[in-house]
Structure formats: structure tokens, C-alpha cells
């Protein structure tokens, strides 16, 4: 039953979010003294992106072939796009109605001008599949591409490391902590509302930060939502069964705006610290890791074991526009389109001062987005 389906979805995605918040606190004590700006689209990026790589492999490896591909892909750029434009908008909805319309959302635009360029680039990347097919070479040439991405951030954005007081103190601010005996505390509470909220390090380390609770913390939490990210996989087909619309199309809305919660909550979380670079350098770097590494690792793991994807098979269409623009192809469709909307919405970023009114006619713009796709 529909009902199940969606009960289903919604534990997953809640426990999800619980999880990503622990995962959060282990990822940035295991990765202190970062620079702005590299945290972001680094180590956020990768935490918060966990979900669209494992929902991506399960597709893969779940359904096999075009199906399988084409179900992680929808959830790769549906989520890309649920990033780069609302994401933002909500972090800045956040900031204007809880610190007042005077309170300045800045942002550095170079950096996002970089994240940017590198952005569009591995959409092209994802375009030459189409012509070259979707092999082994094809996926390497993804993760090849998210390492020089990383290797750029790190050495035009890497600054000096912070006063080790100075970080504790803000680390502690950040996440809400405590300090007592000079052990850091986190997620206090009860242990019934720690179990409902998936608070793994209150329920397993009494709430101790170190090293040994990060690192099981870290591990935990990536068994937890892969787990859940199993039992999304599971519900998307259910619905898509059940409601006699094409895995893709609901991929690419349901698997996509779940996966995209904990990129949603990192970036809420470091606005409210008025963290504003890393809140929009993990928005555009999640979605070069989802690119990437989301669809480029589990690719490569496949086609190396079953030989390339055959990307002739079309892709079943749920509207009209296809009849009559590009032959029907839908992957074709959806990387232009995906492209033209990221350009439009990071020149925005660039060149405007953000406002209600951009974020309005961003908002506008993911809808759009949304419609041609669907209408394809």
C-alpha cells in the first residue's frame, strides 16, 4: 500500500537527518582547524552527500543496467538542482527572519564564480557520456575530475590554522556543546529522546567528543544511513509501482528531495554560526561530489564487473515535450536543462546582491526546472 510506502519514506528520511547531525560533530572534530571556505565543499559536502552516493549505488546494483543508471541519475540532478537553488534560499530565509532583514548575508563571490565553474564543468563531463558511452574510462574520468576540484580548493583556499583555544571555543559554539573536566559533551538529554533522535554519541559514549567516539560515530552513522537509504530505495520503487509513474521521474522528485535533507541542514547549521562561504561552498560542492563521485564511483565499480551501460535504450517519458524536441532523449533533455539552470542561478549569485526578491525568482526558476522535466 501507497501508505506504507510512504511511512517508509518518511522513517528513512528522518532517521537520516537525526544521523547526519551526530555524523555533522564527528566529521568536523575529526577535521578541526579547517579554513572557511574549504570545510564547505570538502568534508560537508562529503557527509552531507552520503545519501545520494549510497541511494545512487543501490539503484545501480538493485535494478541493473539503464533502469538502475537512470533511477541514481535522476536522483543525482534532482538533488543537484534542490542545492544550488533552494538550499541557499532557505539558509537565507533563515538568517532574514531569525537575525532581521539587517542582519547582511554576504558571500564571497569569487569563491562561488570557482565552485561554479567547476559545477558546470562536471555537468559537461556528465554530457559526454551521451557520445563516448558510459564506461569505466567515462567514470574515471568523473572521480579524476572531483580530485583535481579538491586539489584546487585546498591550495587557493587553505589559510592559517587557527589558535587551538580559539578553534574549541567556536567548535563548541558551533555545535551546541559543553565542557566539563575538560572532556567535550554533546548531545545531552535523556536516553529515550537520544534513541528517538539517533544521537550516537549520547547513546553510546555518554556524549563524549574525542577521537575513538568520532571515528565509531563516523562509522556508525555511514552504516545507519545506508541502511535507510536501502529501505528509501525500496519505497521510491513501491510508489513507483504503485502509482504507475516511471522510476526515473520519481527518483528524480521523491529519492532526490529526501537525499538532499542533510545538505539542507549543514548548510542551515553554518549560516546560523554566519558560516556564509561554507554555507554556499557546500551547496555547489555537494553537487560536484554527487556528479562526481555519487554517480562516477558506483559506475565504475559496475562496469567494470558488467561492462558498459547501453545508453541507446530510451528512457520512458511521462509528457509531450519530447515528441517533438531532441527525439525524446530524456538524459540529453535533463543535462541541457540542468545546465542552463545552474548558469542562470549562479549568475544570480554572482552578480546580484541576494534579496527576497532573488530568492523568489529562484525559487521560480526550481520550479520551472521541475516542469520541464516532468513535461519532457
Same mark, same amino acid.
Given at each position: 500500500?501507497?501508505?506504507?510506502?510512504?511511512?517508509?519514506?518518511?522513517?528513512?528520511?528522518?532517521?537520516?537527518?537525526?544521523?547526519?547531525?551526530?555524523?555533522?560533530?564527528?566529521?568536523?572534530?575529526?577535521?578541526?582547524?579547517?579554513?572557511?571556505?574549504?570545510?564547505?565543499?570538502?568534508?560537508?559536502?562529503?557527509?552531507?552527500?552520503?545519501? @545520494?552516493?549510497?541511494?545512487?549505488?543501490?539503484? =545501480? %546494483?538493485? +535494478? !541493473?543496467?539503464?533502469?538502475? *543508471?537512470?533511477? /541514481?541519475?535522476?536522483?543525482?540532478?534532482?538533488?543537484?538542482?534542490?542545492?544550488?537553488?533552494?538550499?541557499?534560499?532557505?539558509?537565507?530565509?533563515?538568517?532574514?527572519?531569525?537575525?532581521?532583514?539587517?542582519?547582511?548575508?554576504?558571500?564571497?563571490?569569487?569563491?562561488?564564480?570557482?565552485?561554479?565553474?567547476?559545477?558546470?564543468?562536471?555537468?559537461?563531463?556528465?554530457?559526454?557520456?551521451?557520445?563516448?558511452?558510459?564506461?569505466?574510462?567515462?567514470?574515471?574520468?568523473?572521480?579524476?575530475?572531483?580530485?583535481?576540484?579538491?586539489?584546487?580548493?585546498?591550495?587557493?583556499?587553505?589559510?592559517?590554522?587557527?589558535?587551538?583555544?580559539?578553534?574549541?571555543?567556536?567548535?563548541?559554539?558551533?555545535?551546541?556543546?559543553?565542557?566539563?573536566?575538560?572532556?567535550?559533551?554533546? @548531545?545531552?538529554?535523556?536516553?529515550?529522546?537520544? =534513541? %528517538?533522535? +539517533? !544521537?550516537?554519541?549520547?547513546? *553510546?559514549?555518554? /556524549?563524549?567528543?574525542?577521537?575513538?567516539?568520532?571515528?565509531?560515530?563516523?562509522?556508525?552513522?555511514?552504516?545507519?544511513?545506508?541502511?535507510?537509504?536501502?529501505?528509501?530505495?525500496?519505497?521510491?520503487?513501491?510508489?513507483?509501482?504503485?502509482?504507475?509513474?516511471?522510476?526515473?521521474?520519481?527518483?528524480?522528485?521523491?529519492?532526490?528531495?529526501?537525499?538532499?535533507?542533510?545538505?539542507?541542514?549543514?548548510?542551515?547549521?553554518?549560516?546560523?554560526?554566519?558560516?556564509?562561504?561554507?554555507?554556499?561552498?557546500?551547496?555547489?560542492?555537494?553537487?560536484?561530489?554527487?556528479?562526481?563521485?555519487?554517480?562516477?564511483?558506483?559506475?565504475?565499480?559496475?562496469?567494470?564487473?558488467?561492462?558498459?551501460?547501453?545508453?541507446?535504450?530510451?528512457?520512458?517519458?511521462?509528457?509531450?515535450?519530447?515528441?517533438?524536441?531532441?527525439?525524446?532523449? =530524456? %538524459?540529453?533533455?535533463?543535462?541541457?536543462?540542468? *545546465?542552463?539552470?545552474?548558469?542562470?542561478?549562479?549568475?544570480?549569485?554572482?552578480?546580484?546582491?541576494?534579496?527576497?526578491?532573488?530568492?523568489?525568482?529562484?525559487?521560480?526558476?526550481?520550479?520551472?526546472?521541475?516542469?520541464?522535466?516532468?513535461?519532457?
Amino acid at each position: 500500500m501507497i501508505i506504507i510506502s510512504l511511512l517508509c519514506l518518511l522513517i528513512s528520511v528522518h532517521v537520516i537527518r537525526k544521523s547526519s547531525s551526530s555524523f555533522d560533530i564527528a566529521a568536523n572534530y575529526l577535521t578541526r582547524n579547517l579554513g572557511e571556505g574549504i570545510k564547505g565543499p570538502t568534508i560537508n559536502a562529503i557527509a552531507s552527500s552520503l545519501p @545520494e552516493l549510497l541511494i545512487s549505488s543501490l539503484f =545501480l %546494483f538493485y +535494478f !541493473k543496467k539503464i533502469e538502475g *543508471f537512470t533511477a /541514481g541519475y535522476g536522483t543525482i540532478i534532482g538533488s543537484s538542482a534542490f542545492n544550488i537553488a533552494l538550499i541557499p534560499v532557505i539558509a537565507f530565509l533563515y538568517i532574514y527572519i531569525t537575525k532581521g532583514k539587517e542582519k547582511v548575508f554576504q558571500i564571497n563571490k569569487n569563491i562561488v564564480k570557482q565552485d561554479a565553474y567547476f559545477y558546470l564543468g562536471s555537468i559537461l563531463i556528465m554530457f559526454s557520456g551521451i557520445f563516448i558511452g558510459i564506461s569505466w574510462y567515462w567514470s574515471l574520468g568523473l572521480i579524476f575530475y572531483y580530485l583535481v576540484y579538491i586539489y584546487y580548493v585546498i591550495n587557493k583556499r587553505l589559510t592559517k590554522k587557527e589558535d587551538g583555544n580559539l578553534y574549541l571555543k567556536k567548535f563548541i559554539k558551533d555545535h551546541n556543546l559543553t565542557l566539563k573536566d575538560k572532556i567535550l559533551h554533546a @548531545e545531552e538529554g535523556g536516553r529515550l529522546s537520544a =534513541l %528517538f533522535n +539517533f !544521537k550516537l554519541f549520547r547513546i *553510546f559514549f555518554f /556524549g563524549k567528543v574525542n577521537t575513538f567516539s568520532s571515528v565509531i560515530v563516523v562509522i556508525l552513522s555511514v552504516i545507519i544511513i545506508g541502511a535507510c537509504c536501502y529501505l528509501l530505495v525500496r519505497s521510491t520503487e513501491s510508489i513507483s509501482e504503485i502509482l504507475g509513474v516511471n522510476l526515473f521521474i520519481c527518483s528524480f522528485v521523491i529519492a532526490a528531495i529526501a537525499s538532499s535533507i542533510p545538505d539542507t541542514i549543514f548548510s542551515v547549521q553554518d549560516a546560523k554560526n554566519d558560516k556564509f562561504i561554507d554555507s554556499f561552498s557546500n551547496a555547489y560542492g555537494s553537487n560536484i561530489f554527487d556528479i562526481c563521485i555519487g554517480i562516477g564511483l558506483p559506475v565504475l565499480i559496475y562496469t567494470a564487473l558488467n561492462g558498459p551501460i547501453d545508453m541507446d535504450m530510451p528512457i520512458e517519458r511521462i509528457g509531450f515535450i519530447g515528441d517533438y524536441v531532441l527525439e525524446g532523449n =530524456l %538524459f540529453m533533455w535533463s543535462l541541457i536543462i540542468l *545546465f542552463v539552470f545552474s548558469f542562470l542561478v549562479s549568475i544570480l549569485y554572482i552578480k546580484c546582491k541576494l534579496s527576497i526578491r532573488i530568492m523568489i525568482f529562484i525559487f521560480t526558476l526550481y520550479i520551472l526546472f521541475l516542469l520541464s522535466l516532468i513535461l519532457y
